[in-house]
């Protein structure tokens, strides 16, 4: 624990010399905020974090604490000290004679939004740029999901909305380092899959080859921020931060937040959490004494935080991937896993950068990008692919062993044009053989009530799985889950006039369900994806 409090005091200490780290929610109301999440006086919990306050913070705290000691009806004192989150797209009705590309088209003006005003004491990061956000509860810009968004962004030809989000991340970079999960307080600790090459990559196809220099230098930070191991580098199969050493010096990346305490936006869900793993823990372990079991309770405490916070760092929150037995969230040990799809993405990066160093002369930057880049691939090739079973797994660096949960992750290869062709072969056949289904394909085969595991399909690993497949002439396999893919989304959207988070893809008359929020609508990523499959491949859906 106090290896990794000099970590975080490291890493927060660079960032803070980029600009100061405005408070999330727990630290400015305290008490007021563990009392409103634990009590549970909104059903999410992400609906106080989002509050707006009425007048200073520190006033209405001090209104809190003279008033708590009487019989304080906090429901009643949160709404008149704070303007509840408003959702613009809850009031927007489609028009069921639209077709469904009509439908996203001018859903984006509904899912828009302005560049934001700071106000004191909101959650809110606030965005130069307009942007656009997922919809429902994400009310904020999101890492990963903008990429998907902005794939249907340029089918729609809005180049300039697309740039504008491609500003919004790099100030979001230059000003606290990194791009956080979304433009929130309480996100800082943690990013999200580093999509941002691929954004620049999309970018420069609609605004030309200048993009790439224009942000070179973000790229850059982006890049250091994934690298930083805080104070010295790890030793031979250890980690620092995000770095993981493995036994042959090679350097890869983990999943993780700068964070040990519980969401803030899950606050209540990640303590109960915390709380059954502890019970679990206890059945199976004695202590000489209680100051020995408190100590032992309060680490395991802790790494249950960090998991989850790095579970969501993911992006796949949650799953069966990060679980220890592979059902139980209570058994969640994300920072244990070199996870495939990110370091295929920090891969692309390190393409980018090599790339663009060459161009620039800077040889000795361009030979380090070059020999890390090919160390990933050994990495894959050696820690991650499992020759008999034909597929590429998260590699657990702590026992020493691959997973065996079957994951999309596997196509982030694919994606990314690293795999063999008898190993893109074996994947296809594996995808084809395990994981279509009526209504695309899941993100694991598991079903354990999480929202990333079966009977669910997410739209933007429907993408990578698709281009993946038609990367390696594997046509006909891609079309027919793009197919599956966009029947099933039309199929809800005329039945309900709206695109949905997610899709259950076994049976295609049931809802997607599981994890700690309902499915959301509006839908971001899923607008975009449509878009970008209806595009490719002609796709009649009148």
Known sequence: ?????????????????????????????????????MKKIFPD???????????????????????????????????????LPENPAQNYHSNPDEDVVTHINNLWKVLGRNPDIAVEGSSLLPLPNPYIVPGGRFREIYYWDSYFTMLGLKVSKEFEMMENMVKNFAYLIETYGHIPNGNRTYYLSRSQPPFFSLMVELLADVKGKSVYQKYLPVLEKEYEFWMNTGTQKPQI???????????????????????????????????????????????VRLFKDAAQ???????????????????????????????????????????NYVAVDLNCLLLNLERLLYRLYKEN??????????????QRIRFLNTYSWNKSKGFYYDYDFINKERSDIKTLAALYPLFFKIASKEQAARIAAGIKKDFVKPGGVPTTLNNTGQQWDAPNG?????????????????????????????????????????????????????EAGGGEYPSQDGFGWTNGVLLQLVSLYGFNIK
């Open 1 to 37: 624990m106090k290896k990794f409090l000099v970590f975080l005091s490291s890493v927060f200490g660079i960032l803070s010399s980029i600009s100061p780290q405005p408070l999330p929610p727990d630290k400015i109301y305290g008490e007021l905020f563990h009392e409103v999440q």
């Open 45 to 83: 919990g992400k609906t106080f974090v989002d509050c707006i306050p009425k007048k200073k913070p520190v006033d209405i705290v001090n209104d809190y604490l003279r008033l708590k000691a009487d019989t304080l009806d906090l429901r009643k004192f949160v709404e008149e000290n704070f303007d």
């Open 237 to 283: 199969g250890s980690a620092a931060n995000a770095v993981v050493r493995l036994e042959d010096k090679m350097f890869v990346n983990r999943n993780w937040d700068y964070n040990s305490a519980p969401r803030q936006e899950s606050y209540k869900e990640d303590v109960e959490t915390a709380d059954q793993a502890i019970r679990n823990f206890l059945t």
């Open 293 to 335: 079991q408190k100590k032992a309770t309060d680490e395991m405490r802790n790494k249950i935080y960090l998991h989850l916070r790095s579970g969501a760092t993911s992006g796949i929150d949650f799953s069966s991937r990060w679980f220890a037995d592979g059902e139980n969230l209570t058994t969640v040990q994300t920072t």
């Open 361 to 374: 002369g800077k040889t000795a930057k361009a030979a380090v990008c070059q020999f890390r880049s090919l």
């Open 458 to 510: 997410w739209a933007p690993l429907q993408w990578m799985t698709i281009k993946g497949l038609e990367n390696y002439g594997y046509h006909n396999l891609a079309k027919d889950i793009a197919d599956r893919w966009v029947r099933q989304n039309v199929k809800v959207y005329k039945k309900t006039g709206r695109l949905m988070e997610k899709y259950d893809v076994y049976d295609i008359d049931k």
